[in-house]
């Protein structure tokens, strides 16, 4: 089993950043290091989208609306995925989820995944 805990979120202006982390308690053999994670958002009546994807090995994906302002990293030590997000727009203002998978950041980021967390808001005010 894995729980995923969300945290940092929070209500900035346009243009400002925050840093997202979700650290994984895992009770199992199946080492965090070998999960596919990622971070998925879903806004107030609309459908969720996935945000970021990171490899066990550290490649990356992003959704293009992203792309060039967010950073998704991970701490395999420390069982924690990051979220730096800059140059935030007010459409950014979302729930912000953390995600794990055992297949691949494609089914991540079309919101397939084994695991997820309670959620974090990200508020952006224009």
């Known amino acids: 089993q894995v729980r995923l805990v969300e945290s940092g979120g929070g209500s900035v202006q346009a243009g400002g950043s925050l840093r997202l982390s979700c650290t994984a308690s895992?009770?199992?053999?199946?080492?965090?290091?070998?999960?596919?994670m990622g971070w998925f958002r879903q806004a107030p009546g609309q459908a969720r989208e996935g945000v970021a994807c990171?490899?066990?090995?550290?490649?990356?994906r992003y959704t293009d609306s992203v792309k060039g302002r967010f950073t998704i990293s991970r701490d395999n030590a420390k069982n924690t995925l990051y979220l730096e997000m800059d140059s935030l727009k007010p459409e950014d203002t979302a729930m912000y989820y953390c995600a794990a998978s055992r297949s691949n950041c494609l089914v991540v980021m079309i919101g397939r995944f084994d695991y997820w967390g309670q959620g974090t808001q990200v508020t952006v005010s224009s």
């Open positions: 990171i490899e066990p090995y550290g490649s990356t």
């Open positions: 895992i009770s199992s053999t199946y080492t965090y290091s070998r999960y596919y």
